[in-house]
Every structure is written in C-alpha cells, then in structure tokens.
C-alpha cells in the first residue's frame, strides 16, 4: 500500500514537473531577421501588438494611440527614438516591462524582436 502511494506521489511528481516544462516550451520564438535586413513595423511589430489588447485602454484618450490605423503615427517620434531602443518609452514600457499590470505581459522574443526593429530604424 505505502509503495502505491509512494508511486502515486512520484507519478504526480513527474506529471506536474512535464506540464510545468510545456509551459515553457510553448513560448513562440520568433526568429529575428538577419542583421542586413530591416524589420517593418506594420508587417512585423503592429500583429504583436495586434494578438493583445491594448488598445482596451490605447484607443485615442491614452497615449500613445495604439489603435492599428494610428500606431506608428502614434509612436514615432513621440515614444520612439529610431535606432535607440533604450531611449524609446515605448520599448521601456512595454508589458511585461515597466508598465501597470494589465493582466498579460509580453514574451521576451516579442520584446526582442521590438528591441532590435526599433534599432533598426524603427521603419514603417
Ligand atoms: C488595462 C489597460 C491597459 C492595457 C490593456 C495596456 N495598457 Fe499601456 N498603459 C496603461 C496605463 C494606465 C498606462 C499609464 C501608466 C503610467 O503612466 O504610469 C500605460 C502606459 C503605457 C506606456 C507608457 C506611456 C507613457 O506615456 O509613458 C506604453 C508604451 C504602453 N502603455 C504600451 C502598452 C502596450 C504595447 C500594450 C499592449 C501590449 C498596453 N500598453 C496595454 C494601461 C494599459
């Protein structure tokens, strides 16, 4: 009997232990584009933003807009320096960094990816 539950408790071990390994596995890389390439941010940064909802409280009244049609706009120059990540507002402040909690952070290749495209230029 004791040797059951013993089994029991490593099975339950191994379950969750698995489960907490997808976990993190499932986390989507996505690949950043080779250094010569540039990253555009209407066909690569603007669906990111797009898979979450900002625009629940970026809708015009909160800058910056964060409505589709208005994003890049939005963003630069006011909260993006081209080519500075590290002196735009918006990679500063991003979910997941220096923002109020809203409930979802954003994954740390969506942040890179952010990061690099802005030091890229920040096209559009
Ligand atoms: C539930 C509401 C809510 C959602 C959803 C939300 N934000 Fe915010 N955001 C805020 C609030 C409130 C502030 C202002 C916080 C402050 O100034 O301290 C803010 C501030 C910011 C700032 C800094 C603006 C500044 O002037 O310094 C950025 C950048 C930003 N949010 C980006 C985003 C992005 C990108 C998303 C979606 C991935 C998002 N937010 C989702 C409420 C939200």
Do not use: W
Not at 33 to 44: L, R, Y
Not at 68 to 96: H, I, K, M
Not at 108 to 122: H, P
């Amino acid at each position: 009997m004791k040797k059951k539950a013993l089994q029991f408790l490593a099975g339950c071990l191994l379950f969750f232990g698995t489960s907490c390994y997808y976990d993190t596995a499932i986390e989507e890389e996505i690949d950043i584009p080779p250094p010569d390439q540039g990253i555009s941010f209407e066909e690569s940064i603007l669906p990111i933003l797009n898979s979450y909802t900002c625009t629940q409280c970026h809708n015009g009244d909160r800058a910056p807009d964060l409505r589709p049609e208005n994003a890049y706009d939005a963003l630069v120059p006011d909260f993006v320096v081209a080519g500075d990540a590290d002196e735009s507002v918006f990679f500063q402040r991003l979910p997941g960094k220096d923002h109020p909690s809203v409930g979802f952070s954003m994954t740390n290749s969506e942040i890179d990816l952010i990061e690099e495209g802005i030091n890229r230029g920040a096209e559009e």
